[in-house]
């Protein structure tokens, strides 16, 4: 049943996030996103700060000694490149409060605002004293088993946790909160649910258009009807998810949970409701809080007992630890069951695949942080890779061996920000981009220079070729049509503020020797060129960052016309920094990098959708084939091993930190891409996959510390 369910979710996670007849983008159609593993599962080696795991009646929970920031994150993390919360929506909750719980208001969760300033208005404990304060809209329904419905509207400024939307619970009463017209926090309050039994519960709320629904232990809802719409376009930018609170000792939540779950866009009913063990119906439990069981003996209530319960949990890979001693795990992705001793898993079945595992092989000190490297094989020599390093002292050339990278060469170059290997005939260069001006840089400040080096085969060494005028250049293309060899500059900015300029295409004289001017393009903070073929067709797209005001900005793919490029199609990108080419079988692919979202004055979000596309060729143009979830993304790299294929994303940041993994996607066929493995990364500014003497690696730079790293891929 879980498996299914997940399996159905999976497939509407595939489509697309509805846009707004503005810049605004609403969430929906997304994938259940369960809070509670979220804030869980960060480390799963250690239960986070504030955090305590407790048994009851042979079930997991957890309860908050603490409001601790661990569990609270910015909504963006998990509601990511939208901007509008979702019209419609079910929150799944399993908890169990104790028949002694305090009379105040518990929040079980919040979704709250960005601090604007300091707290006004009233304590939520005088709420239900302060009767002046209250609007009462009228009582919405229904008298059912007891329970009654009702709806009531607090002003905005007596809610002091700036609430968006929340759930509570107040002795006998269930709240539900969510932020109105005008800013008024609207409550409808479930009175005598009887949760404080000392039992556990699971409650499934659905919010509609038109109505809030409360199912508790797949019993019969109760409903209450609105006297009014919900607003139809709820504003979640900067806002941040609270678990366990609203972000303060006041209303810290004193029982147990063991289940949260937010299930945008649709009615989650039918996904846990009828169950065998209703009160603790299963949508999404942390694997932390269902690998044990406990049975309490009759005779001595102070004697416990554990036993391995038959639940296995079902999901993508995670650590095993000593709280998941004993837990079975089932690996959708590689058709594996595994058992956890509290160290390690241990494979019990396993389907056969060529990629195994990923295992670190060498940790490269370079001069400074890296922004780019390029790996090539030049002829006679073996495997190299240029490393474009931040420092104005100089970039590098590494020589490859069985040990891995060693220094071969360093070349003068100032703050560079990429290297292209080119092959003319029998002739190899580098071309490098420096954006820092060079020595004299204090007397330019719109004009950059990138350098081609020639590979020179009597002093083995790259010698300094030809000096290009560039502005801020952040790639470097090279191509060839019709046997002419062509290079592409990405220019990314003329001084500090001007972005939208010409970017270059270049071509070479075979009677000047030398690289010419061949084609001005209009690009808008260019981060990346990537030229590819497809039948006869040439084509070259732009990876356009910001135009100085937005990063929502057009990419444009060109196509080759009569000796030139055209406007083939535009895709709508977000801080694009890259684009990746790849082909399976007769299909042609294109994936593109978000970086972040950045609108005017607001603030950046990191954690968006970096997209899939897929060439139509009925259609002539790309269409949207799978969205992916990356934090600031700046590039992608495609791979094959045997008859299986890989994409790398390099994630920078998530907002809060530049150290966050990397990770690997595998090709599953119609699922698409799913991810396979974690890779721990700083900065990760970029990915190169590469392949010597029958073994493949992948090597990543870092844009923050002085270091790559290379992993060696691990196929039987």
Not at 362 to 376: A, C, G, K, N, W
């Amino acid at each position: 049943m879980t498996l299914l369910i997940f399996l159905h979710f999976l497939l509407l996670g595939l489509r697309v996030i509805d846009c707004t007849a503005d810049t605004w983008r609403r969430c929906t159609d997304m994938l259940p996103l369960d809070l509670l593993s979220f804030v869980l599962e960060r480390d799963t080696s250690k239960l986070v700060p504030g955090v305590n795991m407790k048994q009851a009646g042979g079930v997991r929970g957890v309860s908050f000694s603490s409001p601790h920031t661990s569990m609270s994150f910015p909504s963006s993390q998990l509601l990511v490149n939208c901007d509008l919360f979702p019209k419609q929506f079910s929150i799944v909750v399993t908890l169990k409060v104790s028949s002694s719980a305090p009379k105040r208001n518990e929040y079980i969760f919040s979704l709250t605002e960005p601090k604007k300033g300091e707290k006004t208005g009233v304590d939520e404990e005088e709420e239900d004293n302060n009767k002046g304060d209250i609007l009462e809209r009228g009582v919405s329904g229904k008298e059912q088993h007891g329970n009654r419905e009702e709806e009531r509207r607090v002003k905005s400024n007596e809610e002091p946790g700036r609430v968006i939307l929340g759930l509570r619970f107040s002795k006998n009463r269930l709240h539900f909160l969510l932020k109105g017209h005008r800013g008024v926090v609207d409550h409808w309050v479930f009175r005598g649910t009887r949760l404080d039994d000392n039992q556990w519960h699971t409650l499934l709320l659905v919010v509609g258009s038109h109505h809030v629904r409360l199912t508790v232990d797949c019993n019969s809802p109760l409903e209450i009807v609105p006297s009014g719409p919900f607003p139809p376009d709820l504003n979640i930018q900067g806002a941040r998810f609270h678990i366990g609170s609203r972000g303060r000792w006041k209303g810290l939540y004193s029982g147990l949970l063991r289940q949260l779950v937010l299930v945008p866009g649709l009615d989650a009913t039918h996904y846990i409701c009828p169950s065998s063990d209703p009160q603790l119906a299963v949508l999404s439990v942390p694997p932390l809080l269902s690998d044990l069981s406990v049975i309490e003996s009759e005779g001595d209530s102070h004697v416990t007992s554990y036993v391995t319960e038959e639940r296995v949990s079902v999901g993508t890979e995670r650590l095993c630890s000593k709280t998941l001693q004993g837990q079975m795990w089932f690996n959708p992705l590689s058709k594996g069951l595994y058992l956890c001793d509290g160290t390690v898993w241990i494979t019990v079945l396993e389907d056969h695949k060529r990629l195994d595992y990923v295992s670190e092989h060498q940790v490269l000190p370079t001069r400074s942080e890296t922004h780019d490297i390029e790996v090539f094989q030049l002829p006679g020599l073996g495997m190299m890779a240029a490393m474009a390093h931040r420092s104005a002292s100089g970039s590098a050339v590494y020589l490859w061996s069985n040990a891995g990278f060693q220094l071969y060469q360093n070349i003068s170059t100032y703050e560079a920000l990429a290297w292209r290997h080119f092959s003319i005939g029998k002739k190899v260069y580098l071309v490098v981009s420096n954006s820092g001006g060079g020595p004299d840089k204090h007397k330019q400040t719109e004009n950059d220079f990138s350098v081609i080096y020639k590979w020179s085969k009597r002093r083995k060494l790259f010698v300094r070729f030809q000096t290009l005028q560039t502005h801020c250049a952040r790639d470097w293309e090279a191509f060839q049509i019709n046997k002419q060899t062509y290079l592409a500059v990405a220019n990314h900015r003329q001084g500090d503020t001007n972005h939208t300029i010409d970017s270059v295409i270049y071509r070479w004289n075979r009677l000047t020797k030398s690289f010419e001017v061949h084609q001005m393009l209009r690009t808008s903070g260019a981060y990346d060129w990537e030229f590819f073929t497809v039948g006869p067709y040439h084509f070259l797209v732009v990876a356009n960052a910001f135009d100085g005001v937005t990063t929502s900005v057009d990419s444009v793919i060109y196509v080759w016309v009569n000796g030139s490029f055209q406007v083939f199609q535009t895709i709508k990108t977000f801080c694009a920094t890259d684009w990746e080419m790849f082909q399976i079988g007769s299909r042609v692919f294109l994936v593109v990098a978000n970086g972040h979202r950045l609108q005017g004055n607001g603030p950046s979000q990191y954690a968006i959708n970096s997209t899939i596309y897929e060439l139509d060729l009925i259609g002539q143009l790309f269409v949207r084939f799978q969205d992916i979830v990356t934090y600031s993304a700046v590039d992608w790299e495609f791979f094959s091993l045997g008859e299986e294929y890989f994409l790398v994303v390099a994630n920078s940041f998530n907002g809060e930190s530049y150290s966050l993994n990397s990770v690997v996607y595998r090709w599953q066929g119609y699922e698409g891409f799913v991810p396979v493995h974690w890779l721990p990364t700083i900065g990760c500014s970029d990915w190169e996959f590469f392949s010597s003497k029958g073994e493949s690696y992948l090597i990543y730079s870092s844009a923050k510390a002085p270091l790559a790293k290379i992993f060696k891929l691990k196929t039987y």
